[in-house]
């Protein structure tokens, strides 16, 4: 009698922690996505600096040599119960890759670990977070922290549904 008691218990907490994962994972991917296309995408023609010497007529347009946008939007990390502390290297202008390296990371996601870290270590991201871009005025972090309760309740109803 014990043993079927301990056995039912047993199978209730397992199914918990499963589905608790699941609402978990899909939560997380929200957050990432929602990081990810918030980030900014550096743009030459909108900087500061550009726009002044368009609308003198003059000169080109300045950048430096190579310069591709999409660093900031490529370094997004995902990680568990460690902060990262190196860029990723990943210059990824639609955010594709970044988000299915960060999906494949949470789909690691285990009930149990104590911390998950969303991160972008590139040295300008505090400047970005706080306004610096015209593309995110408002940040991506605080805009996406103020919707992590709709994101949980959208996982819960997508685990319902």
């Given at each position: 009698m014990t043993n079927n008691f301990t056995a039912a218990i047993n199978a209730f907490v397992s199914k918990s922690e499963e589905k608790m994962e699941v609402v978990t994972k899909v939560t997380f991917i929200k957050i990432?996505?929602?990081?990810?296309?918030?980030?900014?995408?550096?743009?030459?023609?909108?900087?500061?600096?550009?726009?002044?010497?368009?609308?003198?007529?003059?000169?080109?347009?300045?950048?430096?040599?190579?310069?591709?946008?999409?660093?900031?939007?490529?370094?997004?990390?995902?990680?568990?119960?460690?902060?990262?502390?190196?860029?990723t290297g990943r210059i990824d202008k639609s955010g594709e890759v970044t988000q299915a390296e960060g999906n494949h990371v949470i789909g690691q996601f285990k009930v149990g670990m104590k911390s998950v870290y969303f991160s972008n270590v590139v040295p300008y991201a505090y400047r970005l977070e706080m306004g610096h871009s015209k593309q995110a005025p408002k940040g991506m972090v605080r805009i996406t922290a103020q919707e992590f309760q709709q994101f949980f309740h959208q996982a819960i109803a997508e685990r319902k549904g």
């Amino acid at each position: 009698m014990t043993n079927n008691f301990t056995a039912a218990i047993n199978a209730f907490v397992s199914k918990s922690e499963e589905k608790m994962e699941v609402v978990t994972k899909v939560t997380f991917i929200k957050i990432l996505a929602r990081l990810v296309m918030m980030s900014p995408v550096g743009n030459p023609s909108i900087w500061q600096v550009n726009a002044k010497i368009a609308g003198k007529g003059k000169g080109k347009e300045r950048k430096p040599a190579g310069y591709t946008g999409g660093r900031f939007r490529g370094n997004w990390q995902v990680t568990f119960d460690e902060v990262p502390m190196k860029e990723t290297g990943r210059i990824d202008k639609s955010g594709e890759v970044t988000q299915a390296e960060g999906n494949h990371v949470i789909g690691q996601f285990k009930v149990g670990m104590k911390s998950v870290y969303f991160s972008n270590v590139v040295p300008y991201a505090y400047r970005l977070e706080m306004g610096h871009s015209k593309q995110a005025p408002k940040g991506m972090v605080r805009i996406t922290a103020q919707e992590f309760q709709q994101f949980f309740h959208q996982a819960i109803a997508e685990r319902k549904g």
